[in-house]
């Protein structure tokens, strides 16, 4: 394992190699560069914020530097209990005890609230994928989609890959195939299977729009059909909504996917079988949606063509998968401007990241962690909201030392 250079150095090697005004600590002005080590949330979990001065103005950047070698440290999704559920970053790492964390993927705001891309928690495959323009989000860099996530392995190493829907159901009809777990859109044609762990929210958001426009109107060709302990218990022309029961299944259907589910009646034996995979067969811990935006060691394609200046969030991996980087840049403020893409993956670059995905940005871009003799966490950046915006998911660091 190579060996790390002191975590101020990193910070100002990092800004000077962006082309950013770099103060020494001896300057005592924040806002024209100075890295400030905050403090060590805990044993593996730092905390440090810095300021650095470009063309566009000032940005001010947080960031958690995660050291996976440290025992007792480890990575884990955050979110508020079911897929289809929001809440604010505080609350998020607090409920299940984390030490620190950022907002994670994009998500279906105003609506079910439940995110982009695939997710896993504690090793339970929670949800799949959206099919393409039914993202919210930048657009994607070639070559990268909708299943892409930020993940952890079963050995807890961290990786950038991706997660697709692997799933069928079987009667004495055929079998056919699932292309969507607890998504709030699954693919025109297709069949989506949903949980318990989706939540109370409408199904019915999942049959409108299209594969190419997340707007269009919902599809006029539906049917949901409910299974329990493997027998068809509830057959519908609409999808429902409300809280399914831990025994059962949802299998929803829209457009041409409605004629695999046409001849189930109630009382009719059905076997659902689903799982995410990844491309490798490699199995994750954790998974949580993210945009791509370096992989191993390269810059993908970044669409700044309006240059737009934002609030942003990253999760960045070391070349070795030793060091974790959770950074925050705040923006729309006088004293921090944001960064465009394009920036976001310099900084993350010059930190240290070879691997590294975007997630949520503008008011979601939150970072929390707990302050010195404190069990709760707290915001550590300046949501550009003026307040905490409630998020689908975030990723949470935990220290059980």
Known sequence: ???????????????????????????????????????????????????????????????????????????????AGKVARTGV????????????????????????GAPVGPAILDGKDLKGGVPGRQRYGPSLPPGTSNNDVFGVTDAGVPTVTSLSVDGKATSAAGTFELQGLNQYAITVDGVGVFDAEWGTASRKRATCGTDDDRNAPCSSRTREVEIVDGV????????????????????????????????????????????????????????????????????LQLDDSAGTLAPRTAAGISADGSTVYLAAVDGRASSSVGATLKSLAQIMTTLGAHDAVNFDGGGSTTLVARKPGNTATSIRNSPSDGSQRSVSTGLGVFYTG
């Open 1 to 79: 394992m190579r060996a790390r250079p002191s975590f101020t150095t990193t910070l100002v090697a990092a800004a000077v190699a962006i082309g950013l005004t770099v103060a020494t600590p001896a300057a005592a002005d924040p806002r024209t560069g100075e890295v400030t080590v905050a403090e060590q949330v805990t044993p593996g979990i730092e905390y440090s914020t810095y300021s650095t001065s470009t063309r566009h103005g000032t940005a001010r950047v947080h960031l958690l530097t995660v050291d996976l070698t440290q025992p007792g440290i480890s990575l884990g999704l955050l979110n």
């Open 89 to 112: 970053m505080t609350s998020l790492a607090d409920r299940v005890g984390a030490a620190a964390g950022v907002n994670g993927d994009f998500f279906n705001i105003g609506e079910t």
């Open 232 to 299: 068809v218990t509830r057959v519908s022309t609409a999808p429902g909504s409300g809280q399914i029961a831990d025994d059962a299944t949802v299998l929803v259907a829209r457009d041409d996917g409605v004629d695999h589910l046409a001849g189930l009646s109630e009382g009719d034996a059905v076997d659902v079988d689903y799982r995410l995979s990844t491309p490798d067969g490699s199995t994750l811990t954790t998974a949580i949606g993210g945009m791509p935006i370096i992989l191993d060691g390269d810059h």
